[in-house]
């Protein structure tokens, strides 16, 4: 029969007294040093932040929101945009200018119409102009204006808007879509990157640190210590990225803040819990620091290790946006480990007592180490697992397990590009526009590069395929382009002319489809699929490309990402835990845990998602970085309280171990779960799609993880199996 023994009275229990070395038993260090390396550390770090604080504004000058930038070296779309400026003048971003009008265009609103085109021809992010097409309603009109890719997009798009509104007759509306237009979009999404993002996310920890630790003096030395470690993160990654040894994007560059501010402050309020308690029980500051670095260098080493195993495993991706998120986020976790065991300890130890205020640590020598705590939440919630251990366990494992089901319903197959961003947009509306007067895939083609011997063939799939409106081929001409019909090239000129020869390319030619559906479609996605298949039985090796193809390689690359990486750090993770607890059967369960855990965030999430924000589904790399972020920073809190579990167990056995580890880590556990809850919740106000998901699912599964997972399953399950849970280990066995 199990033993049911309390093992520790919490309210009543006497403090056990901790002999500590007396001042004079220690050596003390020169006066010298102690004044001059926290200096040395300090302005170190402070010139550091000084030079990488001005990058904040000069990301864009190395990152791209191109998805073709990120695509795996052998997907064909990468490959036909290597190709395209061998068929095509330049590598401009094609832009698509839809007017409309409820009242027909007569010839004085078309010859409007092409005066404005005329002057926008003169802009110089232009590079050249069409002229404009009626529809076959007449109630509306499109031009294709390709953009400079050397241009800033925003300034481009926003003075081409501009000029071809200036003049137009009464009722004629102008839309500017295309890929320059939702290129646009992102860009202007991101603009808020460098101020909203940083200052909400900042502002949200100072109020958190506030009020858990009721002081101004120590929540600034966090903060500094987390923007710091973001000052000297970015400048590397800066410079990396200039390099060409790293790629950065807009979204990229979110996470990282978050993730740093977030992660330094973790590190940063378990080393801050340890110097606070050793200023109790020492009244030299020096030694109080040494103590205190000594106690938290152990946990922060192996968070942070955990952390940087799970990211350093993208690179395993096909995909180059999760391929490099890995080393850029990595080396932010370690700046914020930095951080946090050097310049903290240098400003607390400047500051002293005084980093508390108005509720400085009084020194007490003779004050019990570490006692568990006999009042407050975390004892009574010690005393709750303590009582009723298996009904805790299975309760909450259950309640995690039915809401992991609604993961089912998590729909992460991939979005529109006209939904990437919230709110309005005015390609979006162009694209709507479009779609009622023309193809709805105009501007955006498909491309599709063959052997010049192939041309007639690869035309005749193409013209065959319903999803395809009209078929061009790329001509040496002005016009750049030549129709295709079933009886091959046509003339660009009257009846009669000669048809100009195609541009042929080291022996290929191109191929441009009109798609019948929008470019960002289901429809037009499987019209790319269904080309694909065609081609390859009758064009072998044709290669097919654009902006549907781009995302069909995107989302198959996702897929393929996720179902590969998630195993892969499960495994990593798991074989760490063995290493730093010496056990098996205990990380086996904190895995466990931790997976239920994220089962139940994503379940959670696509209910919200789906039926009260009615999103349009998600990006197939959503589940994976909501994986590597829960797993690998959940991970942490489990890493915290098991090792301090580990830790009083070795002294008290392994049931009031786990008792006495939940009381004393749980006051410092929950404050960082609330400030990483919250920085993640910053990256809301970005309005991106994949940003706002991934936020809600962080923020949602570490809360989730902190308040039931950490606090109730884990510490419950321990108690429960007793001292078997540190099997194989000599903990195990024996009556501890």
Known sequence: MRDRRTPVDLPSAPRVQTVRPQNGSTPRAPRWLRILLPAILILVWFAAASIGGPYFGKVDEVSSNDQTTYLPESADATAVQQRLSDFTDGDA??????????????????AAIDDRLAAAADLPAVDEVSPAIPSEDELAAQAFVPVSSEAELGEAISELGSTLRDGLPDGVEVHITGPAGFSNDLVSAFAGIDGILLLVALLAVLVILVIVYRSLLLPLAVLSTSLFALCVALLTVWWLAKAGVLLLSGQTQGILFILVIGAATDYSLLYVARYRDELIHEERRWTASMRALRGSFEPILASGGTVIA?????????????????????????????????????LLYVFGRASFWPRRPVYAPNAPSAAVPSRGLWARVSRLVERRPRLIWIVTALVLAAGSLGFTQFQASGVPQSELVLGSSEARDGQAVLGEHFAAGSGSPVYVVVAEDDLQAAADVLLAEDGIDG???????????????????????????????????????????????????????????????ALEDAVPGALVGGVTATDVDTNDA?????????????????????????????????????????????????????????????????????????????????????????????????????LRGLAITGGVITSAGLVLAATFTALSVIPVLFLVQLAFIVAFGVLLDTFVVRSLLVPALAYDIGRAVWWPSKLSRGDR
Request: hydrophobic fraction near 55%.
């Open 93 to 110: 971003i094609p832009a698509v200018v839809v007017f409309s009008s409820d009242e027909p265009l007569d010839g004085d609103a078309l």
């Open 310 to 346: 799970g990211l350093l495993c993208l690179l395993l991706s096909d995909l180059k946006s999760n391929s490099t998120l890995g080393p850029v986020a990595a080396i932010g976790i370690v700046f914020a480990m930095l951080s946090a065991l050097t310049l903290l300890p240098a």
């Open 471 to 533: 078929v061009a081929v790329s001509a040496d001409t002005d016009s750049g382009t030549a129709p295709v019909t079933e009886d091959g090239v046509t003339a660009f000129g009257p009846p009669g002319t000669p048809a100009p020869a195609p541009t042929v390319a080291d022996g290929d030619v191109l191929l441009q489809g009109t798609l019948a559906d929008a470019a960002d479609s289901a429809a037009a996605e499987q019209t790319v699929r269904d080309l694909r298949a």
């Open 558 to 658: 996702s897929i393929h990402d996720r179902n590969l990486i998630i195993p892969v750090i499960l495994a990593v993770i798991l074989v760490i835990l063995m290493l730093l607890l010496r056990a098996i059967l205990a990380p086996v369960l904190l895995i466990l845990t931790t997976v239920l855990s994220f089962g139940t965030a994503m379940g959670v999430s696509a209910l919200v998602f789906n039926e009260l924000l009615g999103f349009p589904g998600a990006d197939p790399a959503v589940p994976l970085y909501g994986f590597v972020f829960l797993v690998a920073l959940g991970i942490d809190y489990n890493i915290f309280l098991m090792t301090r579990v580990r830790e009083e167990s070795l002294a008290h056995g392994t049931r009031d171990g786990v």
